[in-house]
Antibody, heavy 121, light 106 residues
């Protein structure tokens, strides 16, 4: 069983940097990918990117120039940085795990409860 | 890849069956998942790999399809099944979600 918990400021000013943390507890493996996904009323669910166990990353090209996802295995934490935020970045942010069992993909099988972020001055 | 879900809203009564559709703009082979989301909650994985039920998901939920056309079937609706359902592909970067189908009580 894996438990994910997002944390971070609920309010960020325009042009500033959003910083969120996802704390991971429970079993994890070298086949795990740690994803960030956000949900806003206007755009539904949007995949932001992932960090693999090795530290390799992949981002949505719509956000790639502004986003950094990193993994701190010593703290069991996954971090999201999103720079130069605007009102369009207002959303609920989720972290979620996916894994591979050989060639079998697990889907996003574990999710945090989500943390709401509002971008406003 | 654009995932188009239909219908946008489905109005049914408990005890009835439901069929939800997800169509991809390009083939996603079998790297497609279905999620259920209730208000104020995170999405919950129902189906992965197009047709495999996730751990703890009741047998009344089933998924089928491959390539570009996928279906989520709920054989007999319980009151707890009324929610929004999303499909998601992990075949072609960037991974994408459908816009959702709201299953509401008639």
């Amino acid at each position: 069983q894996v438990h994910l918990q997002e944390s971070g400021p609920g309010l960020v000013k325009p042009s500033e940097t959003l910083s969120l943390t996802c704390s991971v507890s429970g079993a994890s493996s070298t086949a795990d990918y740690w994803n960030w996904i956000r949900q806003s009323p206007g755009k539904g669910l949007e995949w932001i990117g992932y960090v693999f166990y090795s530290g390799a990353t992949k981002y949505n090209p719509s956000l790639r120039s502004r986003v950094t996802i990193s993994l701190d295995t010593s703290k069991n934490q996954v971090s999201l940085l999103l720079t130069s935020v605007t009102a369009a970045d207002t959303a609920v942010y989720f972290c979620a795990r996916e894994s591979w069992y050989g060639t079998r993909w697990s889907g996003f099988d574990y999710w945090g409860q989500g943390t709401p972020v509002t971008v406003s001055s | 890849i654009v995932l188009t879900q239909s219908p946008a809203t489905l109005s049914l009564s408990p005890g009835q069956g439901a069929t939800l559709s997800c169509r991809a703009s390009q083939t996603v082979t079998s790297f497609l998942a279905w999620y259920q989301q209730k208000p104020g909650q995170a999405p919950r994985l129902l189906i992965y790999g197009g047709s495999n039920r996730a751990t703890g998901i009741p047998a009344r939920f089933s998924g089928s399809g491959s390539g570009t056309d996928f279906t989520l079937t709920i054989s007999t609706l319980g009151p707890e099944d009324f929610a929004v359902y999303y499909c998601q592909q992990r075949s072609i970067w960037p991974w994408t979600f459908g816009q959702g189908t709201k299953l509401e009580i008639k």
